[in-house]
């Protein structure tokens, strides 16, 4: 066994880093691949049970796990891009390229410009807003450092000032992440 290997006596239940990230995992997994977040997150509970021997840093679990689903959303994305589409949709195609919403209980009118945004700054924003995530964990879960994370998030944040985005000078759910705690 190498030295940089832990055992899996050494490791949580997985159970328990679940128990943690889970639903801030779930709301990410929706908000990026819409309908099909739930499979994503399933996706990424299954690989991440796999690789759990494997964490160097138990402490990093959520960011670990983050990273793990922003690659299965990728996937996601790809797979239904190859998929055949109907010929003469009635009511339109439905963009698959296009990003989703996020879950019903946001703003729309914030999330639909979010949505618009640069995919970096787009993504740092998601992490941050509904996975609830440090700038230093949106950077591990991006493969980023934390300073291009926390400006990833500003670009973002600022672009959406500009275009007179509502909710975002502290009005509306975007600016109240997920748990309501403020990390940094």
């Known amino acids: 066994m190498s030295r940089n290997r832990r055992t899996p006596d050494s490791l949580p239940p997985f159970e328990r880093i679940v128990a943690e990230h889970g639903p801030g995992l779930l709301r990410f997994c929706v908000s990026r691949a819409g309908s099909g977040g739930e499979d994503v997150f399933q996706e990424t509970m299954i690989a991440a049970l796999r690789a759990y021997p494997e964490l160097r840093e138990p402490d990093a679990a959520g960011s670990w796990l983050f990273a793990i689903a922003a690659r299965k959303v990728i996937d996601a994305g790809r797979s239904a891009a190859r998929a055949p589409r109907p010929i003469g949709d009635p009511g339109g195609a439905i963009d698959a390229a296009s990003p989703p919403l996020p879950p019903p209980e946001y703003d729309r009118e914030v999330w639909t410009a979010v949505a618009a945004l640069p995919p970096k700054q787009r993504e740092a924003v998601g992490l941050r807003f509904i996975a609830d995530l440090s700038h230093a964990e949106i950077g591990e879960a991006m493969g980023t450092s934390a300073e291009a994370a926390r400006r990833n998030v500003?670009?973002?944040?600022?672009?959406?000032?500009?275009?007179?985005?509502?909710?975002?000078?502290g009005v509306g759910d975007l600016t109240e992440p997920a748990g309501g705690a403020s990390h940094d």
């Open 154 to 169: 500003f670009e973002g944040l600022r672009r959406l000032r500009v275009d007179g985005v509502g909710g975002v000078d």
